[in-house]
């Protein structure tokens, strides 16, 4: 068998990018869910564990919402307890929203076993030099989806593709 050309491999492993962020995202809203929040909410909830904290305009700008409408799922958050205004110890004028304990426990029960099998699978598959290989790859694909996120957010409504 004679090996795959890159163009191939290339091909294949934007399908299969594809195929785990249409999977991820389905678990997401089983998820969601379960948690009793909207996709949304989640999306949030995700955004501002990940920053370890954000300002509600980070989190506008991250999740693509307004400041009225991250208002509303900031409050929506604070009201399971999944969520909390902070302070911001760099500016007392300012508030940061952070993650709160209970959401940690209830995304634990979900996400948990999950994060265990990651560990466990990618740990006896894979060396090091190919997890900094795979980081490189996902840091990579996450600047072109910014930059074309950017490009299309930017285009006017009248500006779609039309059928």
């Known amino acids: 068998m004679s090996p795959r050309r890159k163009t191939e491999l290339i091909d294949e492993l934007i399908r299969e990018y594809r195929a785990i962020g249409n999977q991820d995202d389905t678990f997401d809203s089983v998820a969601a869910e379960r948690l009793g929040v909207s996709d949304t909410d989640l999306r949030c909830l995700n955004l501002i564990e990940n920053a370890d904290g954000i300002t509600a305009g980070e989190l506008a700008r991250g999740a693509g919402l307004t400041p009225g409408a991250v208002t509303g799922v900031i409050d929506r958050l604070e009201k399971l307890a999944y969520a909390r205004r902070v302070p911001d110890p760099a500016d007392r004028r300012r508030v940061r929203v952070e993650v709160t304990q209970t959401f940690y426990r209830a995304a634990g029960q979900i996400w948990g076993p999950v994060a265990a099998e990651w560990h466990a699978a990618l740990s006896e ?39």
Do not use: K, M
Request: charged residues 30%; aromatic residues 6%.
């Open 125 to 163: 598959q894979f060396t090091n030099d190919d997890l900094e290989l795979i980081i490189r790859f996902l840091r990579s694909t996450a600047d072109v989806g910014r930059e074309h996120l950017d490009r299309i957010g930017a285009a006017p409504a009248d500006a779609r593709p039309h059928a």
